[in-house]
């Protein structure tokens, strides 16, 4: 422990401030309790002014261990703009649900058209009731994560094919842009005569969706490694199968990173694609049923939990990048 | 004799046609020597490199490499940023297939003999411009290649930072007894670091001089004080034609 930390947790103990200190790789951080302020690191020590400018100074002859108020007022900043980003997209949600809700109850809107917050949330409370709620977003939801794995295990191997032989690449290069200018869903009726019905035809038409996009943005982050990387492991005698394990792979991991992010979005729509086409369950297969048979509050209801499973599943394969990236250094 | 070029000519071919690159090109690097090649840029210089590596073959001519192997060393350092800088000296290790305990531990003395001690976990994001290009000398030596094969090492470097690494490079490959081939447009570099410049000229590459340099003691800095550097700069400048 340096000096001047030993000074500081002596003013601590003399003040009667509770006082933790930990080091961990390297790194020390502290933790104090002012009246009823916890104070972690250096980052929050304005809890009680004199005191804690006392324990700073002390600190402040450590750099590593506490910050000057400039430094402090401008972390507050920061902190206070992206607390200000938040509140605003919260009160535009906000606004606009209670704007909706509004508009039907005093009739501006016919909410047998547009529906309404309140009946979007009983018909789910409905749904939930009777038990297919969570049916029809569990069929929903293994048909786009089965896709989704599909479509990103078989493209990441066959962009690793492709890398391997230049031959195979050329030869199949049009192809696959031909596929992928092609909306999917022209291929529709052929998928339900082939695959029939159930949902082994809704899960091919969502690896269909996500698979030429996984296949393309994998492929480009190959090809765009670094030469001189290349060039200092074929010196070393490198073969094709080094190259790809030892350099091509791991530098092209946040490109395939991405590519999942790209491919979530496609498989949610494949999946839902899939389901309009043809199924007889499902959200896609609810929004369907709701407009034949003018249910607006089922297809909004539907919409509504379709929002929130897509942005959750982008949402762990996001944070999953930043683990991944953070891990890899 | 640890590397001997004799007539060797290379052309490369792409689709817009075909250029020389090096024409009969005759010289050769004794056991422990360090030999500087400078040529105008674009003659060809990486060329050479690549033919004494063994990565092409000579469209004609011999090379000779006497035993032992060979290590490359970049422009950049190339260092893999997700490995460690311990990780990225065992690289050679695992490619060559002699990832032993052993192996690793004797690259691992050598990054401590030569100061990365407190850098080996680390990442090379980490690292300063010369330090990086130090663990990239380290990871050449790590599979205990008898000749080093420079390639303009200190070209991506600040004029400061160069100077440090190219007296760093040289102290290191001569302590450590290797023989070195580097490749420089630089002649104050060549003459500074080498114990023999070969001139070669404008593409297609030919040798139009060689030059045995032994003033100084064999130190870089002693080499910059010397009297006789501006002599031998002034011959080499002429050569190159500039």
New interface residues.
């Given amino acids: 422990m340096p000096e001047s930390f030993k000074l500081a947790r002596q003013y601590a103990a003399n003040n009667k401030i509770y006082f933790k200190y930990g080091q961990k790789n390297r790194r020390i951080s502290f933790k104090f309790q002012i009246g009823g302020t916890i104070c972690r690191n250096y980052l929050c020590m304005g809890g009680a002014p004199p005191l804690c400018e006392a324990v700073r100074n002390t600190l402040m002859k450590h750099k590593k261990y506490a910050c000057s108020l400039q430094h402090e007022q401008y972390l507050k900043k920061i902190r206070r703009n992206k607390l200000i980003v938040h509140a605003v997209r919260a009160a535009i949600l906000l606004g606009l649900v209670g704007l909706w809700e509004l508009c039907a109850q005093v009739g501006v809107f016919d909410p047998f058209i547009t529906s309404s917050p309140s009946r979007v949330a009983s018909t789910i409370a409905d749904l939930a009731a009777a038990g297919t709620l969570f049916y029809h977003i569990g069929i929903t939801l293994m048909e786009t994560v089965a896709g989704f794995f599909i479509a990103v295990v078989l493209g990441y191997a066959i962009a690793v094919a492709l890398w391997l032989n230049e031959h195979i690449r050329a030869v199949f290069e049009p192809y696959i842009v031909v596929l992928n200018a092609l909306p999917k869903i022209a291929l529709g009726p052929l998928i339900i005569i082939w695959m029939g019905t159930g949902y082994t035809a809704i899960i091919f038409m969502t690896v269909l969706v996500s698979i030429i996009v996984c296949i393309m943005n994998v492929l480009a982050g190959f090809v765009a490694v670094?030469k001189?990387?290349q060039?200092?492991?074929?010196?070393?005698?490198?073969n094709k199968f080094?190259m790809l394990v030892?350099?091509v792979m791991?530098?092209s991991?946040p490109a395939f990173m991405n590519t999942l992010k790209v491919a979530v979005g496609l498989a949610w729509i494949g999946s839902i694609m899939g389901e309009y086409i043809v199924s007889r369950a499902g959200l896609g297969y609810l929004i369907v049923y709701g407009g034949q048979v003018f249910k607006l509050d089922l297809v909004m209801a539907a919409t509504f939990i379709l929002c929130l499973l897509a942005g959750g599943m982008y949402a762990i394969v996001a944070i999953i990048e930043k683990i991944v990236i953070k891990r890899?250094? | 004799m640890s590397l001997k070029f004799t007539d060797v000519s290379y052309t490369y071919h792409t689709v817009s046609g075909e250029t020389d690159a090096v024409s009969g090109l005759t010289f050769s690097v004794d056991e422990g020597q360090f030999v500087a090649v400078i040529g105008p840029s674009g003659c060809g210089k990486s060329t050479i490199l690549s033919l004494a590596a063994g990565l092409i073959s000579p469209t004609r001519g011999r090379i000779e490499r006497g035993g032992g192997q060979f290590g490359y060393m970049l422009q950049t350092d190339a260092l893999f940023e997700w490995r460690t800088v311990e990780q990225n000296i065992f690289l050679p290790l695992e490619i060559k297939k002699k990832n032993t305990p052993e192996m690793r531990k004797n690259a691992v003395e050598l990054a401590k003999k030569y100061g990365l001690e407190d850098f080996l976990k680390k990442s090379p994001a980490q690292l300063s411009g010369g330090m990086r290009q130090r663990v990239a000398l380290i990871r050449t030596l790590a599979a205990q290649p008898q000749t080093l094969l420079l390639d303009e090492p200190f070209s991506a470097l600040d004029y400061q930072t160069r100077l440090a690494v190219c007296d760093d490079v040289h102290d290191i490959i001569k302590s450590e007894k290797k023989t070195a081939l580097l490749v420089t447009h630089d002649i104050s570099e060549a003459i500074a670091l080498s114990d023999k410049v070969v001139v070669l000229s404008a593409r297609p590459a030919r040798v139009v001089g060689e030059h045995i340099i032994d003033f100084g003691g064999g130190s870089p800095k002693k080499r910059r004080e010397s009297s006789r550097f501006a002599a031998v700069f002034e011959v080499l400048r002429q050569e190159l034609g500039i």
């Avoid at chain 1, 060039?231 to 490198?238: E, V």
């Fill in positions: 670094d001189t990387k060039l200092l492991l074929r010196s070393m005698g490198a080094a030892k350099l791991p530098a991991l890899r250094g």
